[in-house]
Every structure is written in structure tokens, then in C-alpha cells.
């Protein structure tokens, strides 16, 4: 196996620790028992989204110019002083650098992580192959999520104390992992700038041309983000209902463990599946009705539980796909600035949903929060099927690339 196959490997491995982080079911419920209010949490939340909003690009941007691996390093280092401030802190303002400090370290990782692995493979293979290994990265990540759910959960009703140290833990043999990434070399095609900010602007301009160009990208992006941005709602505010409820923190993590699960076996088949539907269009067409399906179960029926499953099956298979769809448009030396747009999309959208759904829920309920955001998701995705009817009938949406 030569030296930049052996990243895909180690990036395995990498994901394993990543996502071994014992607080991700547990953050809301610990701010709120601590006497934060929905309307606080969902500032904080915002301020995670904003910071990635702004600085997405840059980030992307050094991982371009100074490498994936570096930015990959950093950005764990900032996580784990995230998750320092998470567990020190009894002040909101504080709290809220903590959740600044956390989005810069997913900056860090959103677009480098993906461009290593993309870039560590030969042309020939990352056609035929990548929707396949991403598949098994996917699982990878659902599976260490679900130990981390289950773990955390059973964890947190005994110390939460215990629960931050053993995520720190795990973040420092993530950090180890990383080092030992190689590489990928990158054909730089464009002029050469000097200057730290010359060349972030230069990367920053070239990145968005691509973009320009490529139009799929942007239908891609807006697409999935979307959908992963009222998803991701849901998982952050179900924790406070179901806890309303009785659930125990253990409940609520076999829940999330069980999506997961589901999400890692969706994303582990997504190439199979993906022939099967009728390629993309099958994807970005029947994606979306099974999960607006699921939203109105959760918003109508007191079987949340259940049709928040149905939604981790939804999930693993999109993110699979779209990962492979954009990935094959963009060029080498543009790949984490432009898939760093794309979670700056993301957080473009979290800025916007979340906090209104922490204010219906503070004011009114969280039941009726669901309800809004599912009607609002609902005329989302009508004009999402008329862009499709309209714009590309019986074609393939992503077309060819060359781009490599």
C-alpha cells in the first residue's frame, strides 16, 4: 500500500477519536441543568454558527495553502480547550467564547478532513472507489458515535465530570493520530501570490469562480445543508423534550446511538443504494420525502423516537453522496476552501433556524417549534422538487467533470 493510501487508514482511525467526544448527546442538557435557558442555549448554538459562517472560507483556505494536515492538528487543539471552557465555565459570555473556540476547531477539520481523503487517492480510483471508502468512513463515524452515546449517556447519570475527561482524552489521541497523516501533493495551476493576506484573498476569489462555474455545486450544497441544518435542530432540542419527559440521559443516548447505527449502515451501502434509486436524481428527489415524512411524524405523534430513526437513515446515505457528488467538481487546490463553503452554509442556516426554535420553545413549547419548522421545511422542499422539474428534467444533475 503506498504512503497516501495508508492516510485512508489512519483517517479511520482519526474518525474513531474524532467523534469519541462523550458530551455531543449530553452539551444541552448539562448548560440547562446548570441554569441556562433555551433562548441562552440557542444563542450559544448561534455563536457557533456564526463564528463558522465567517471563517469557513479562511480556514479552508490555509488548509489549501498550508496544508490539510496542519489545519486538521489545529483545529483538535482548539476543540479540546473548547471542551475545557464547556466544563469550567458558569458564565454565559464565557461560555460563549467556549463555543467560538469549538467552531474554530471544526473549521479547521470540515474542509481539510475531506480533501486529505479525496486527494490521498490516484484519478483511476476516486471515481470508482471514493463513494465507497467515504461509505465506510461514514460507518466508522456512526459506529464511535454510538459508543459515545451510549457511553456518555450511561456516564452522565453517574458524573459529568468523568464524561470531560474522558473526552479529552480521546481528543489528545486524535491530535497524536493526526501527526501522523501524509501529505497529499497539490498542483498549484494559478499565479503565485505573496503575503499571507494576498495569498487567503487569491484562494478565497479562485474558490468561488469554481463555484461560479460549476453550478452543481451550489444546487448540492443548498440542498443538503438545508436538510442537514433542520436535522441537526432536531438533535440538539430533543434532548431538552425527551429529558422534559422523564427520558434519562442513557434513554436519550440509546435513541441517538440506534439513529446512528442506521445512518453508519445507510452510508456503509450508499453506493449500492445510489444505482438503485436512479444515481443523484434518485437521491436529491426521494432523500428529502422521507425526511419531511419523518418530520411531520415527529411533529404530530408522540413516536418521535421512531421517525427520528427513520431520519438517521435518511442522513448517512445523503451525506455519502453528496460528499462523492461535489468532491468529483471541484479542482485539488481549491477542495477544502470550496467544501468549507459548504459548512459555511450550514452555519448560514443554524444561525437562522436555531435560535427561533429555542424562542417558540421557551414561549410556547418545543412541540410547537416542531411544528413550524416542519411546515417551514415543507415549502422548502416544494420549491426544492420544482427546481428540479424545471432545471434538469431526465439529465443527470452532476453531469461530467474533470476536474481533479
Not at 467564547?97 to 486529505?116: H, K, T, W
Not at 446515505?317 to 459555511?344: C, H
Amino acid at each position: 500500500m503506498s504512503t497516501l493510501r495508508q492516510n485512508i487508514i489512519k483517517d479511520y482511525i482519526f474518525t474513531v477519536f474524532f467523534n469519541l467526544d462523550l458530551t455531543r448527546g449530553l452539551w444541552m442538557i448539562y448548560l440547562a441543568s446548570r441554569g441556562f435557558s433555551l433562548v441562552q442555549l440557542g444563542i450559544m448554538e448561534s455563536s457557533f454558527h456564526i463564528t463558522s459562517f465567517l471563517m469557513e472560507i479562511p480556514t479552508g483556505a490555509v488548509a489549501d495553502i498550508w496544508g490539510r494536515k496542519t489545519s486538521r492538528i489545529i483545529g483538535r487543539i482548539f476543540f479540546m480547550f473548547s471542551l475545557l471552557i464547556l466544563f469550567l465555565s458558569e458564565s454565559f459570555f464565557f461560555q460563549l467564547s467556549g463555543f467560538i473556540v469549538c467552531a474554530l476547531g471544526y473549521n479547521m477539520e470540515s474542509g481539510a478532513g475531506e480533501a486529505l481523503l479525496y486527494d490521498s487517492l490516484d484519478n483511476a480510483t476516486k471515481d470508482k472507489k471514493y463513494m465507497a471508502i467515504v461509505g465506510r468512513k461514514e460507518f466508522v463515524l456512526q459506529c464511535s458515535s454510538i459508543i459515545a452515546l451510549i457511553i456518555g449517556g450511561y456516564i452522565a447519570t453517574q458524573s459529568y465530570n468523568l464524561v470531560f475527561a474522558i473526552s479529552i482524552i480521546f481528543v489528545l489521541f486524535s491530535i497524536i493520530t493526526a501527526f501522523t497523516f501524509v501529505e497529499p501533493e497539490i498542483v498549484k495551476t494559478g499565479p503565485k501570490k505573496t503575503g499571507i493576506f494576498n495569498i487567503l484573498v487569491n484562494q478565497t476569489i479562485n474558490s468561488m469562480k469554481v463555484i461560479k462555474r460549476q453550478k452543481q455545486i451550489a444546487f448540492f450544497i443548498i440542498f443538503s445543508e438545508l436538510i442537514f441544518s433542520f436535522t441537526v435542530s432536531l438533535f440538539f432540542y430533543l434532548q431538552n423534550y425527551w429529558k422534559g419527559i422523564a427520558y434519562s440521559e442513557f434513554k436519550i443516548g440509546i435513541i441517538f446511538a440506534v439513529s446512528a447505527l442506521f445512518s453508519g449502515l445507510t452510508g456503509l451501502a450508499a453506493h449500492k443504494i445510489e444505482k438503485k434509486i436512479g444515481g443523484e436524481q434518485g437521491i436529491v428527489i426521494f432523500v428529502p420525502i422521507f425526511v419531511i415524512l419523518a418530520f411531520w411524524g415527529i411533529s404530530l405523534t408522540e413516536y418521535k423516537y421512531f421517525f427520528y430513526l427513520l431520519i438517521g437513515l435518511m442522513e448517512g446515505l445523503l451525506y455519502v453522496a453528496i460528499s462523492d457528488y461535489i468532491n468529483r467538481l471541484i479542482p485539488a487546490e481549491y477542495r477544502a476552501t470550496v467544501l468549507s463553503f459548504q459548512s459555511m452554509t450550514f452555519s448560514f442556516f443554524m444561525i437562522i433556524i436555531f435560535p427561533i426554535i429555542g424562542w417558540i420553545g421557551d414561549h410556547f413549547s418545543l412541540n410547537r417549534a416542531f411544528l413550524v419548522i416542519t411546515i417551514f421545511a415543507t415549502l422548502i422542499s416544494i420549491v426544492h422538487f420544482l427546481y428540479i422539474i424545471f432545471t434538469s428534467g431526465k439529465n443527470k444533475i452532476i453531469g461530467s467533470s474533470n476536474n481533479r
